[in-house]
DNA sequence: AGCATGCCTGACCGATCGGTCAGATGCCGA
DNA sequence: TCGGCATCTGACCGATCGGTCAGGCATGCT
């Protein structure tokens, strides 16, 4: 029944993915996790120091590249600009991370405000401000987070679609929806 | 400490509902609920048959007025008219209901999958394929999911928002976002 | 005064949760 | 062949969950 370590960290890992999308964090125990790897609980926890260690790996690279679009959306010169590297880079990063991005949004106000992850809550304020035209104005906040939360829950639900067909989809409807508000 | 019985049980609801959008239901205890009016965690299960029975109670206002809605937009003559109406009716929806909204939504997945909620499982069609102007597309279907997950997911932000803003701005959004679709 | 009823409490129940631990098993280099 | 290390298991722990129950305490009717 021994198993390689790396292959066994992974199947975790893919296992707590799927389970995490299907019923979130706090909805799927490590019994269930165990259950679809096929090994015991505490084998999860021989590979895993906890529970949050899992779900801090599983989105460690969402976040990092959330981090890094965060860096770029600064960078920009112009909220035109960076309504544009903003869109085009959320995007991206929705459609490669369908399944993390879909229960990472939907645990974010929950679990995302206590350690260790509360140094990450800030980040997407100036995504926020940047699909919004650097607008205070109400109904551009609006549009900017009825869009970012669409895309985060919607892309979930598209896993088996090839990005060649997603990705076009959402970023005609991203630019149709914001291009008016500047 | 004793209280009239039908003041109660909306002190309850009033509670559970806010715990409910926060927190989620699955990470809302009854000891919560209990905490935030004022009493035991036995009285609220006094006044409640469950914890599953608030839930029922506190979604059966929003959950009748979308089977209305479905009805609206299954008495419509063409795509055109089912998309405005669908359109309108669920802006109306969701403003009203912002903050049941934000959660049932969110609970949906999970939760609506087992009784006593199997049965509205199906009722969302309707509106994603009015949303979608009845296209089998790819992408009319990812913009019409977009829009409705992110109004859904979006509003419990903005309860403090007064409706003669909030609607028009998702008015204007939906419309934008979704007639070049047609 | 006595009694019934409505509202509520503290104590308790079994189930399940995340997490720990001692020990079993298998593999691999010396 | 043997010892050591990595991997894994079953049993167990305390905490918390939803839910039950017997009884207390008002209030109001007879």
Redesign the pocket.
């Known amino acids: ?6 292959e ?1 960290h992974d199947d975790i890992l893919a296992a707590a993915g799927r389970r995490f999308a299907q019923s979130g964090y ?1 909805g ?5 996790i ?1 259950a679809d790897v ?6 999860v ?3 895993f ?4 260690a899992i779900l801090a790996e599983l989105v460690a690279r969402p976040i990092d590249q959330l981090r890094e679009l965060d860096e770029r959306i600064a960078a920009t010169s112009s909220p035109a600009e960076a309504q544009r590297v903003a869109a085009e880079g959320y995007v991206d990063l929705a459609v490669q991370f369908r399944r993390e991005t879909a229960f990472l949004r939907g645990e974010f106000p929950g679990l995302f405000q206590q350690p260790p992850f509360s140094h990450l809550q800030h980040i997407p304020d100036r995504l926020v401000r940047a699909f919004a035209g650097h607008s205070d104005r109400p109904a551009a906040r609006v549009s900017a987070l009825v869009i970012l939360a669409g895309i985060a829950e919607t892309c979930g639900e598209f896993i088996d679609l090839p990005e060649a067909e997603l990705r076009p989809a959402l970023l005609a409807l991203v630019r149709r929806a914001l291009e008016p508000v500047n």
């Open positions: 029944m021994t198993r390689a370590a790396p066994r706090r799927t125990s490590l019994q269930d165990a096929g090994c015991s609980k505490a084998a926890l021989y590979h120091a906890d529970k949050k």
